[in-house]
């Protein structure tokens, strides 16, 4: 392997990582490999290895490196449905630019210290919102699992059009027994106002949900 340029930056972990990461966003995880990294990087695999023995090592690096991109509602934000709405739509910035992050997120790991920033805002949130203490753990682990089974269907193309179509086509065969599919209005692929809908009827129910369940 050739000497990289006089002038070319020095190999850093953190070049390492964001070279990663493009090449992961561009062509998924499995694409990522330490021999085509260190072609992108202008050096040899030894000296990636260097800073990341393994794959795991660097994808994990990568995983934090993401992380650090999601933005954490203001502690000045206007109310805590503006810090909810913030928070959510951060995360769904950050799996639409990073498709790996998802699963990225889902797979057992250490916590690291910005998950926990995150996951200390949102229940601090749900705290401004009033709910009773003993529900805060379990309508925070239901709008977690409403952001990543939301991104997660968006992104693999489970709401898209021609997903969609796919199920009129089928209905349309069976008219007795299908009487609403064939009727549904195409939707907007990644729609802010999708998600924005399932936002606010979330946060409706939120603010309705001051008591638990069965008390008064």
Do not use: C
């Amino acid at each position: 392997m050739p000497r990289p340029p006089a002038d070319q930056p020095l190999l850093t972990p953190e070049r390492i990582v964001a070279a990663a990461l493009r090449m992961i966003d561009q062509d998924g995880v499995e694409a990522l490999s330490t021999r085509k990294l260190a072609a992108a990087l202008g050096v040899s695999s030894k000296a990636v290895y260097h800073y990341y023995a393994t794959k795991d090592e660097l994808l994990h690096a990568v995983y934090l490196a993401i992380l650090d991109e999601l933005e954490l509602p203001a502690e000045t934000a206007d109310s805590w449905q503006d810090g909810l709405r913030r928070l959510a739509h951060s995360f769904r910035r950050l799996a639409q630019r990073h498709p790996s992050f998802i699963t990225d997120f889902l797979r057992p790991h250490e916590p690291a210290a910005r998950e926990l920033d995150v996951t200390d805002a949102l229940y601090t949130l749900l705290r401004q919102a009033g709910l009773p203490e003993r529900l805060v753990l379990q309508t925070g682990r239901i709008l977690i699992t409403f952001l990543i089974g939301y991104l997660r269907a968006e992104l693999d193309g489970t709401f898209s059009r021609e997903a969609l179509q796919r199920q009129r086509t089928v209905a349309a065969q069976h008219p007795a027994r299908y009487r609403s599919i064939p009727h549904l209005p195409m939707p907007d692929t990644g729609s802010d106002e999708d998600f924005d809908l399932a936002l606010n009827l979330i946060l409706a129910g939120l603010g309705a949900g001051t008591t638990e369940p069965g008390r008064p």
